[in-house]
């Protein structure tokens, strides 16, 4: 029976049943991908993570080691073979979201940003295949689920895919403005098997790969004064993911306290 509510009289919609969707989630093992999970965990959600390394059992949510997959992204057999165990876990039933969250950005021997003048071959080819080819494979290879589930898929860039930052190395960002790129065709590609694809660029986010000089960059730069919070980054992926973000496909949304202004 339709409720409706007692003021208007309008028909209300019934609150969605979060237990029966499932988030697969790269990079879900510290920061932005740690906190996404718990949301979505807490939301009811199934998730399923992926990472480079084991289930960490310190990790609270119920039934993390059945649903944690080990890959190394940046090996493409691996992956292959990754999403072979991921279309066995999902089982045929649809996929509701995938993040793509994982990424890397080499640095120097004494810590320091790499340029385009002495990043090596080897750390371009690294970074493009995590940051850039996994996402690509990822949404390609689970196609089908997505399409059953309507799918959101969710590309992880950075500020720094848009500007020269002091930190993030070359390939670094050059691999996030591809996958901004990416994330606009993938849209267009995608959109007419109902599945939507969208771009988070997160600015200074108070995780463990924060470079010395961010507290002055902080000040210098971001209009409100501090660094942005994992569970900021984790609200607006879980928006996106669901019906609030319902006609939202091929954006990229700045999360970064305005420093992109």
């Known amino acids: 029976m339709d409720q409706v509510c007692p003021i208007t009289g309008a028909r209300l919609e019934p609150v969605p049943d979060d237990s029966d969707r499932t988030l697969i989630i790269t990079g879900a093992s510290r920061g932005i991908g740690h906190a996404t999970v718990k949301h979505f965990h807490n939301a009811g959600w199934r998730v399923i993570t992926i990472s480079r390394q084991t289930f960490d059992k310190a990790c609270p949510w119920e039934h993390g080691s059945d649903n944690h997959v080990e890959i190394d992204l940046s090996d493409l057999v691996a992956l292959a073979e990754g999403l072979a ?63 059953t589930g309507h799918g959101s898929i969710i590309n992880v860039t950075s500020i720094a895919g848009g500007r020269v930052h002091p930190f993030a190395g070359a390939a670094y960002a050059t691999s996030k403005a591809a996958l901004a790129a990416l994330t606009r065709e993938m849209a267009n590609d995608l959109g007419p098997y109902g599945i939507r694809v969208n771009a988070i660029a997160p600015g200074e986010i108070d995780t463990a790969i924060l470079s010395p000089g961010t507290a002055e960059l902080v000040e210098r730069e971001i209009p409100m004064r501090r660094l942005g919070e994992p569970a900021e980054v984790a609200s607006v992926i879980y928006a996106l993911a669901t019906e609030v973000g319902s006609y939202v496909s091929g954006a990229e949304i700045h999360i970064n306290g305005g420093q992109h202004v």
């Open 85 to 147: 165990t991921l279309r066995r876990k999902l089982a045929g039933r649809p996929l509701t979201a995938l993040v793509n969250n994982a990424g890397i950005s080499p640095k120097g021997k004494d810590g320091g940003r790499l340029s385009t003048l002495n990043t090596s071959l080897t750390q371009w080819q690294e970074v493009m295949t995590i940051n850039f080819y996994a996402p690509l494979l990822l949404a390609r290879g689970l196609m089908e689920e997505l399409r």
